[in-house]
C-alpha cells in the first residue's frame, strides 16, 4: 500500500469512529429524552387535572369582576349625585345665611330705631312729668296765694 492509500484507510478509521461516537451520542440523547418525557408527561397530566379545576374558579372571578364592576359604577353614580346634592344644598343653605343675615341686619335696624323712640318717649314723658310737678308746685302757689287773699277778704 502506498502512501496515500494509508491515509485513505485512516481516514476512513477515523470517520468510521467518528461515525460510532456520534451514534452512540444519539442512542444516548434519545434515552434521555425518553427519561425526561416521562416526568413531563405526568406534570402535564398534572397541569391539565389543574386547569381543569381552575376552570370553574376563574370564571367565578370572572362573574365577581364584572359584579363589582356594575356595582362600583352604580357606587359612581350615587356618589356624584348625592355630590350634586350637597353643593346644591351648599349653595341653598349660602343665600339663606345672606337672607338671615339680610333679615337681622333690618331687625337690628328696627330695634335701634324703635329703642331710640322709646327713648325720645322716655325722656319727653320725664320731661312732661317734670313739667307737671313743677306745674303743680306753682298751681299749689297759687291756690295758697288764693286762699290767703280769699281769706283776707273775709276778714274784711
Known sequence: ????????????????????????????????????????????????SFSDRMEPVLRNIGRTSEQVHQISTRLKGDAAR???????????????????????TDVVALATVAQEEAEEAFLATASLVRSLRRGGDKVAAVKSVARTLGNMGRDD
Open 1 to 48: 500500500m502506498t502512501t496515500y492509500e494509508t491515509m485513505i484507510v485512516t481516514a476512513l478509521a477515523v470517520l468510521l469512529v467518528f461515525a460510532a461516537g456520534i451514534f452512540a451520542s444519539l442512542l444516548y440523547a434519545i434515552r434521555v429524552l425518553r427519561q425526561t418525557m416521562e416526568p413531563l408527561d405526568r406534570v402535564s397530566g398534572t397541569v391539565e
Open 82 to 104: 348625592a355630590s350634586q346634592t350637597l353643593e346644591h344644598a351648599a349653595e341653598s343653605t349660602e343665600r339663606m345665611i345672606g337672607l338671615v343675615e339680610e333679615r337681622v
